[in-house]
Nanobody
């Protein structure tokens, strides 16, 4: 069992930055690949970033590539999402997720555990 708790969301102006954190419980954090997803009101939950167990591989959709950076610190049981040059269309609730056997990084169904989400609001 893994429990995930996100933090770091808030209100920021367009062009600004935020850093989200995802703290995991348990001693097997390094056994899980991690993903970040977001969900805006009335929209489907969408993939934002993926990082492999050891951190060597990262994947982003075109919508955030070059602006968002996912990372992890396995010694601290924490994953991060650095978000730069934020845009109003980035406004959403952001969720971190952990998956033991993630094959299709972009699919929310591949992940076993989810955090409660943190709100990110970008004003124009």
């Amino acid at each position: 069992q893994v429990q995930l708790v996100e933090s770091g969301g808030g209100l920021v102006q367009a062009g600004g930055s935020l850093r989200l954190s995802c703290a995991a419980s348990g001693r097997t954090f390094s056994s899980y690949a991690m993903g970040w997803f977001r969900q805006a009101p009335g929209k489907e939950r969408e993939f934002v970033a993926f990082i492999s167990r050891g951190g060597a591989m990262t994947v982003y959709p075109d919508s955030v590539k070059g602006r968002f950076t996912i990372s992890r610190d396995n010694a601290k049981n924490t994953a991060y999402l650095q978000m730069d040059n934020l845009k109003p269309e980035d406004t959403a609730v952001y969720y971190c997720a952990a998956g033991a056997t993630v094959v299709t990084y972009t699919s929310k169904y591949e992940y076993d555990y989810w955090g409660q989400g943190t709100q990110v609001t970008v004003s124009s």
